[in-house]
């Protein structure tokens, strides 16, 4: 009963970093505050998920399954965030916010 409970929770609060994931992609009005979105929310998301599905499988014995989908996705997010962030920098796509000191020399 506790397992399905905290299995449940873990659920939820997995789905609303998804949605909230997913809305901060849709409304964020520039490319580099999009990158939030699906970087920092999802991950926790989807890390959330993977921790019920952990948890689903402790009766059975644990699954390297699971282990590997996290490590996956906790290795390819941010590396394909930073390399959307650059490709960003580079393309020169405005920005709301000011770029720090050390990325001025890349607006020119």
């Known amino acids: 009963m506790l397992l399905e409970l905290l299995i449940s929770a873990m659920l939820l609060v997995g789905s609303f970093f ?8 849709g409304r964020l009005p520039d490319c580099f ?11 926790l998301g989807v890390g959330g998920m993977l921790l019920a599905a952990v948890l689903s499988s402790i009766p059975d014995g644990l699954s390297l ?8 996705l906790f290795i ?4 394909s965030a930073f390399l959307v962030g650059q490709a960003a920098l580079r393309r020169r796509l405005p ?3 000011p770029l720090p ?8």
């Open 76 to 79: 390819t997010a941010p590396v």
């Open 101 to 108: 000191e050390d990325f001025q020399d890349l607006r020119h």
């Open 33 to 43: 505050m999009r990158l939030h979105g699906p970087t920092k929310s999802t991950t």
């Open 95 to 97: 920005s709301r916010a």
């Open 18 to 25: 998804l949605l909230v994931g997913s809305i901060g992609l």
């Open 65 to 72: 399954r699971e282990t590997l989908i996290a490590l996956f």
